[in-house]
C-alpha cells in the first residue's frame, strides 16, 4: 500500500509569490492534517481536513488555506510567502481524525519549501 | 491549554549505552502522549503511544517510555544505542476536540547522536 503521497518534495520560491503543495492521503483514509517544521523547531498544526470540511485551524495568518477534494487528497495554498515560511510541510492522514487516542496519524515526507 | 517540554535539545551516547530522551507534558486532562522518530529528509515515524492503558509502553525499535503522572513526564528509553539510532526525536501530546477533529503538539525536539 501506497504511504502518505507529498509533491513536490522540494521547491524554491521568491518573496511574495504564492505556492501549492499537495498531499494524497492513504486509501480509505478521509482526514488530513497539515503541519508547518521550521527548522530545528518541532512541526505546528496548520489545518484538519475531514470528509471535506475543516476541523481544526491552527494559529496561522489568512495567507494560509488549504482544502480537501472528494477523493480525499488536499491542497495547502500560501499566499504572498515571506522567509518566515521556509520550512518543511507536513500532511499526515488518519481514518476518521479522531484517532487520537490510537495515533493513527500516517506523516508523508514533506514538502521542503524555500523562501527567497 | 496542552504543552510538551523536551529537555535537551542534543543529547549524545556511545553506541551500547542507555538512550534517555527525556519529555515533560501540560495537560488539563488526562493526556494521550506519543514519541515520533524523524530521520534526515523525512516524515515523521510513530514510535510509541501512551493511550491510558498501561504506564510502561513498549514501541518499535527497543525503545520503550514510562507515563508518570506524578511528575508529569514520559521519558524515552532504550537500554542499548544503536548506530541506527541517531535522528531527531519528538515528543507529543494529542489535543482532542469534538468529533472527527484532532491534533499534536509537539516538542522541540531532540536530537540523539550515537558515537562509535
Known amino acids: 500500500d501506497a504511504g502518505v503521497t507529498q509533491s513536490p518534495t522540494h521547491l524554491i520560491k521568491t518573496r511574495g509569490q504564492q505556492v501549492t503543495l499537495r498531499c494524497s492521503p492513504i486509501?480509505?483514509?478521509?482526514?488530513v492534517s497539515w503541519y508547518q517544521q521550521v527548522l530545528g523547531q518541532g512541526p505546528q498544526f496548520i489545518f484538519q481536513y475531514y470528509e471535506k470540511e475543516e476541523r481544526g485551524r491552527g494559529n496561522f495568518p489568512d495567507r494560509f488555506s488549504a482544502r480537501q477534494f472528494p477523493n480525499y487528497s488536499s491542497e495547502l495554498n500560501v499566499n504572498a510567502l515571506l522567509l518566515g515560511d521556509s520550512a518543511l510541510y507536513l500532511c499526515a492522514s488518519s481514518l476518521e481524525g479522531r484517532e487520537w487516542s490510537a495515533g493513527g496519524y500516517t506523516f508523508g515526507s514533506g514538502t521542503r519549501l524555500t523562501v527567497v | 491549554a496542552q504543552s510538551v517540554t523536551q529537555l535537551g535539545s542534543h543529547v549524545s551516547v556511545s553506541e551500547g549505552a542507555l538512550v534517555l530522551l527525556r519529555c515533560n507534558y501540560s495537560s488539563s486532562v488526562p493526556p494521550y502522549l506519543f514519541w515520533y522518530v524523524q530521520y534526515p529528509n523525512q516524515g515523521l515515524q510513530l514510535l510509541l503511544k501512551?493511550?491510558?492503558?498501561?504506564?510502561l509502553v513498549k514501541g518499535i525499535n527497543g525503545f520503550e517510555a514510562e507515563f508518570k503522572k506524578s511528575e508529569t513526564s514520559f521519558h524515552l528509553t532504550k537500554p542499548s544505542a544503536h548506530m541506527r539510532d541517531a535522528a531527531e526525536y519528538f515528543c507529543?501530546?494529542?489535543?482532542?476536540?469534538?468529533?472527527?477533529?484532532?491534533?499534536?503538539?509537539f516538542g522541540q525536539g531532540t536530537t540523539l547522536q550515537v558515537k562509535p
Open positions: 501512551y493511550t491510558s492503558a498501561a504506564t
Open positions: 507529543a501530546v494529542s489535543v482532542h476536540g469534538s468529533s472527527n477533529t484532532g491534533k499534536l503538539i
Open positions: 486509501s480509505g483514509h478521509k482526514s
